[in-house]
């Protein structure tokens, strides 16, 4: 078990241009969820899946934004038009259960120039 | 509203207890946890604890949680340099699956 895998660790990108990222949870974890974390703030909360259904996605995800977890294992999540604003690190987590806490993936830093 | 809220600051000398306090606003709360993250790296689950419990101690680590002033503290005794980081508050509800996070106390140790 390695973890939470997210790919890339880095993105830099142009204004107007599509990402996306991936997340490879710990293989036993059926909930993951992503979150996103701009400079000197706590992590946000974007959506949440269980197994490969989305059962909650924040007010704040604007139609640019759509993740997808096709098969209840990795999850991709991909930003259209990127603006500025999105520059931020984009974090995956996965658990068992909340009761006990996620466990976070490093990170994707987005850069939009 | 679901909010979580925490000093930005906190400063101890190397060897005290250090301190760090978070306050939430929604009743509801079912499990709240701490986290750790380091400059550069992701976020650690240091330590959690159920809503219907007032304390929980793991090593150098201790919670207190007064639900009645929805309060919930974290305690690090014989602070070490290694400890500097950025720590988290997060509580999750009974209403929704997301976890809320607050904006982080740096904890940063003088000699």
């Known amino acids: 078990d390695t973890g939470v895998s997210q790919d890339p660790r880095h993105k830099i990108t142009k204004r107007g241009q599509n990402v996306t990222f991936r997340c490879d949870p710990i293989s036993e974890h059926n909930r993951l969820y992503w979150y996103r974390q701009t400079l000197g703030q706590g992590p946000e909360f974007l959506t949440y899946?269980?197994?490969?259904?989305?059962?909650?996605k924040s007010r704040l995800l604007s139609d640019r934004f759509s993740a997808e977890r096709p098969k209840g294992s990795f999850s991709t999540l991909e930003i259209q038009r990127t603006e500025q604003g999105d520059s931020a690190m984009y974090l995956c987590a996965s658990g068992p259960d909340r009761a006990y806490g996620y466990t976070f993936g490093s990170g994707t830093r987005l850069t939009v120039v | 509203g679901e909010d979580v809220e925490q000093s930005l600051f906190l400063s101890v000398r190397e060897g005290d207890s250090s301190v760090i306090n978070c306050t939430y606003t929604?009743?509801?709360?079912?499990?709240l946890y701490w986290y750790k993250q380091e400059p550069g790296a992701g976020l650690q689950l240091l330590t959690y604890?159920?809503?219907?419990?007032d304390m929980k101690q793991d090593q150098r680590l201790t919670v207190l949680l007064n639900k009645k002033d929805k309060h919930l503290s974290l305690r690090i005794a014989d602070t070490q340099t290694g400890d500097s980081a950025i720590y988290f508050c997060?509580?999750?509800?009974?209403?929704?699956?997301?976890?809320?996070f607050g904006s982080g106390t740096r904890l940063s140790i003088r000699p």
């Open positions: 997060a509580v999750a509800y009974s209403s929704a699956s997301k976890i809320i």
């Open positions: 929604d009743s509801s709360s079912t499990y």
């Open positions: 899946f269980q197994n490969e259904a989305q059962l909650e």
């Open positions: 604890i159920f809503s219907n419990m």
